[in-house]
Structure formats: C-alpha cells, structure tokens
C-alpha cells in the first residue's frame, strides 16, 4: 500500500496539472483580495457603511484565515474535484489502467492508494492557500495602512483555526468522492469532473427553488450536500455577509445543525466510496 | 534471428514445476456471448508460445483473464503451480504483460514511466531501469517525453516495462507492432532470448510469419473455442503440400480428387498441389501409376503457418 501511494505522489507531483490547480487556486486568492481591497476604499451607497466595514474586517489579520478557509471550501472543492478525477479517470482514458491493476498487490490498494495520495495533495493544498491567504492579508493590510496587531493569536484562536480547516477539508470529501465514483461509473476523467463540480454548482440553484417552493419540499435540503456543507462553513465566525463563502450570506435560510450536517455529509461520503469500491471491485477491465 | 528455439521433443516429459500456466476449462461469458470457452492451454518455462486467432476470437479476453483482469466465468488459472483467483499478487509480481499496446502516461518521460511502475511494485533499483532501457535501445532517449515517442520507441518502452521486475512469464500482445524492419528485427530477436532465460513467453501477434520464426508452440482460437494447439512443426507438416509433375494433370487432377484421403488438387505453373495427409506422397505416386499416369517431379513442399491458419480458421482474418 505504501508502495502504492508512493507511485501515485510521484504521478501525481510529476504532474503539470497538479501544479497548475495549485496555481489557480492561490491566483484566485490574490485577486479576491485585491478586489476586495479595491471595493474597501469605496463607499457603496445602498448598504454603505456597514459593508464597507464587514470588507475592511474581512482583509484585516484575525480574519485571514478563516476568510481563506472559506473560499478553500467553495474553489477548493473544484480543484480537489479535478484532481481525483482526473487520477482515478485518467487512467482509462490513457489506458494505463490495466497497467497499474497488473501492478498493483489489490484493487482495493489501488484506489485506496489513489485516495490517500489524492488527500494528501488536498491538505497541502489547503495548507498553501491557508498560507497565501495569510500573507495577502498582510499585503492588503500594509496597502490599506491598517494596524499589524497580532493580539488576536491565542490559544483559543489557534484551535478554532485548526478546527476549521479540519472541517473545510471535511467538507470537500463528499463532492471529491463524488466526482471519484463517476470516473469509476464512466471510465473517465470527464464523468468525473462535470458531475462533481456540476452538482457542486447545480445544487446551490436547485435547493434555493426547493426552499422558495415551500412546505416538505423546503425540508429536503436539509439532506442534500449544499446546506450542509454551509451549515459547516458557517462555523468560521466570518462577518455576516461573508459567512458562507462565496455564497455570500444565508439570505435567511435556517440551516441545518452542524451535527446533522456532519452526520449527513459523512453518510454521503461513505456511501459514494464504498458505491466506488464495490463497482471497481466487480467490474472486467477490458479494452 | 539471433537464436531460435526448437521445440521440445514430444517424449521428454514435462516437470510440473515447468509449466508456468496452465488453464482449465477456462471460460467466459460477456451477457450472452460465449467469448471464450473451456479453454484448455499450458505454456512451459523456455518456451515461446503463439496465441492466434481471427480479430474477436477472444484472445485478449483469455489475456485478461490471465491477468485478472477479467473474471472468469468458470474455469481455473494456474500460474507457477498457484491458482489465480487466491494467490493474484504472487503471480503477477512474477508476471510482465503488455495488452494490446503499450500503455503509459503521456506526460511522463520514459524513465519516470518506468520509476512510477518500479515504485508501484518495489524493490526495483535504478540500476535496473537503466539496464532494461539498454536493453531495449531507449536509454538515450529516456528522458524524452513518452507523447513524443515514435510507435516504435513506445513498443519498445512496453517491453522494458515488461522486464522491470524480471519476470519468469512475459506476455506480449503485438510486440512488434509499428516497429521498422530493424526495430522488428530486434525484437524478434529478443524474444527466444527471453524463453532461453528459463522464462516461458506467451506472444499474441497479427504476424503469422513473425509467430512462426519465433514460437515453438502456437494455439489457434476461433469464437472462443481452441481448434488447433502444437507445437509449430507439427502444425506446418500437418500443412504439408505435395507438388507433382505429369504429363496430363486433367486426367491425374481426376484420379486424386476421387480419393476419399485427398482434401484438395488444384493446378498452378504447370504442376498439381496436392493437400494429403502427411507421408502420403508414395501413396500418391502408386495411385497415378495404377491409372498408367507416371510423375516426372515429386516434392513436398511446407505450408506455411499462414495458410494453416487460413485452412483452420476457414479464411478469417489473424489477429
């Protein structure tokens, strides 16, 4: 198995892809803050002050990380999406899956490999992007002439901090391992990808209609991915309109507890994995 | 060829620890296609063995299902005396297969092909990877992208990738494919040297020619069923042609067809092709002589494993 996982870091690293994802990722960082900065040093007539004191808080220290958490959770989830995918999916669309399979001690090793390396790259992914939130913080901070005060680090801080990215990193699982199954189920990358981040950006859509339509509709939301999810991300404490990463306020929308969304979004996760494993176990790989 | 293996003599009985595989009633079924059906194979340490069949005669699926790749129906596939089905990773340590085409990671260099592969299985140092390029003719351009690599070049990456783990079966599905004479040459020449290594190769090729140089034993599968297994020899004198002389082949050509022992005559340059059985040629020639018809020329003439494999297959397409 470590050998295994050895193998897919070395792919995986060897990668442009993997680079590029890496990339993007910090690119958008870069450039929200910099809108962000941009917006702070406007006075926005309709909300006016109060927005422009939510910004101004939102690119100040103390909100740093959870700001860069919070956006992880939304764009993170696209590119962890296409990295799995693509190295689960990938390997039927270059056919060197029966290479791998004839290499590989189980079937059960091999994806399990492709996981672990796949969950691997996500942390230090999320790990980079925690980092360069963090340092354009600084950046907009020096820009904005705000103070550099660092009283906000204490031990309580640390720890809801490394919670949260903990629960982030919780939070992109069920669309990852979503977009896995559907490599597996379509013997390629593309499956894999357009339904992972199709849903991811779909389903926001569909639950706001199901909420807006009323009665036991509005409920079923509540077992979907997407309220979860930000019933999970909420937990950063970001200022009000920012609360929901890039979804940007709950807009009055009662979401479900942070135990029910942890229990629903760990029943999807298991179900798409195992759903996975058992179709790779039983399928020929033929041509 | 550089060395070229001769068949093992029928009477030298074989050690049942130098059968690397063997299947019993191998079969498979996709929905309600028969692809293959209780296919009976062994294939021994030293040996070449060349597994022909029409395009769909299910050689890759018996190919797959060698590999566990594929599920058998039924059946059992033993491979260094382990059966498959409980021992899978055992065997295939010991296995070095290319499917259909080589098969690597675009991406990667051909040697960062290969360390992916070497760190997947273990304990393959890279001394060893350069020597399996070297072997190959590939090291000095191992560092070169594998989507930049000609046809040939990614053959011959296929078969290093084969050898990583030095394996004691190597299976090898159109090795020569895209390769230039030279390259071809090579490779066929590789191959018995492989064999002679006390390792058994199980070669599935569109070149019949290519098979007959190289192969000591050949099995010939059509829809899934085996119709021919022997070693190359006997398979080419079952094959064997009389070619006659006479001086009235329209009278001679009568005489031979109303043989019940004669499959066919057919005039060509002047002389008659008889398909006989083998050693039938004084037969041949006490026939014409009893109808006064005297032959000035008689010699046996091989078939070639083509045209056996044309006759067994009824005219399908190899593959």
């Known amino acids: 198995m470590v050998r295994l996982i050895g193998a897919e870091l070395f792919k995986l690293r060897k990668r442009l892809m993997t680079r590029v994802l890496l990339y993007v990722l910090i690119g958008i960082l870069i450039i929200l803050y910099l809108l962000l900065l941009a917006v702070s040093n406007v006075v926005i007539p309709a909300h006016g002050a109060q927005v422009l004191g939510e910004i101004q808080n939102l690119l100040g220290l103390p909100m740093a990380i959870p700001f860069a958490l919070s956006i992880l959770s939304s764009f993170g989830a696209v590119m962890a999406v296409i990295l799995l995918a693509s190295s689960m999916g990938n390997e039927y669309n270059w056919r060197t899956i029966r290479t791998v399979l004839i290499c590989s001690e189980s079937r059960f090793k091999l994806l399990g490999a492709k996981l672990i390396s796949a969950g691997i790259l996500i942390f230090f992914g999320l790990l980079i992007g925690v980092v360069a939130g963090f340092i354009m913080s600084l950046i907009t901070t020096a820009i904005g002439g705000y103070a550099f005060n660092f009283d906000f680090v204490t031990g309580n801080y640390i720890w809801d901090q490394f919670l949260q990215f903990w629960r982030t990193f919780f939070v992109l699982m069920p669309y990852v391992l979503l977009g896995f199954l559907f490599s597996i189920v379509g013997r390629s990358a593309m499956p894999g990808i357009s339904l992972g981040i199709g849903i991811f950006f779909l389903e926001s859509i569909i639950t706001t209609f199901m909420v807006l339509a009323g009665g036991w509709i509005a409920n079923i939301p509540d077992y979907l991915l997407y309220f979860n999810v930000r019933s999970i991300t909420s937990m950063a404490s970001l200022p009000g309109e920012f609360n929901a990463g890039m979804a940007f306020g709950n807009g009055g929308i009662q979401l479900p507890s942070p135990t029910h969304a942890f229990i629903t979004l760990a029943i999807y996760g298991v179900a798409f994995l195992v759903l996975a494993f058992y179709l790779f176990r039983k399928r020929d790989v033929t041509a | ?319």
């Open chain 2, 1 to 319: 060829m550089a060395q070229q293996t001769t068949s093992k003599p029928q009477s030298t009985p074989i050690k049942e620890t130098d059968i690397i595989l063997r299947t019993t009633g191998l079969t498979k079924h996709f929905g309600k296609l028969e692809a293959v059906k209780n296919l009976n194979l062994e294939l021994h340490r030293g040996e070449v063995f060349g597994f022909l069949g029409p395009n769909g005669a299910g050689k890759s699926t018996t190919v797959g299902m060698i590999l566990g790749l594929i599920a058998p129906t039924a059946g059992k596939i033993e491979v260094f005396g382990l059966e498959l089905s409980k021992h899978r990773w055992q065997i295939l340590r010991r296995v070095g297969a290319i499917i259909e085409e080589p098969a690597f990671y675009p991406y990667l260099s051909g040697w960062d092909n290969l360390e992916a592969l070497a760190r997947a299985l273990g304990g393959i140092t890279r001394t060893k990877i350069t020597e399996v390029l070297e072997r190959v003719n590939l090291l000095d351009r191992a560092q070169d992208r594998y989507d930049h690599y000609s046809m040939g070049m990614k053959q011959r990456l296929g078969i290093a990738s084969t050898l990583l783990r030095d394996p004691e079966l190597i299976i090898l599905d159109e090795p020569t494919s895209g390769l230039d004479p030279a390259g071809t040459k090579e490779v066929r020449d590789l191959i018995p040297q492989l064999a002679h290594e006390s390792r058994a190769v199980f070669l599935c090729s569109h070149l019949l020619h290519e098979v007959e140089l190289v192969c000591d034993r050949v099995a010939i599968i059509k829809q899934g069923v085996m119709i021919a297994n022997a070693p190359v020899q006997e398979l080419l004198t079952q094959g064997q042609l009389i070619q006659i002389k006479v001086d009235d082949a329209v009278q001679a050509s009568a005489i031979l067809k109303n043989l019940p022992w004669i499959k066919s005559v057919k005039a060509e340059n002047g002389y008659l092709i008889i398909d006989a059985p083998p050693n039938s040629a004084s037969q041949v020639n006490k026939a014409l002589a009893e109808h006064n018809i005297f032959v000035s020329e008689l010699t046996s003439r091989n078939a070639s494993l083509e045209s056996v494999f044309l006759q067994l297959t009824g005219g399908d397409s190899g593959g």
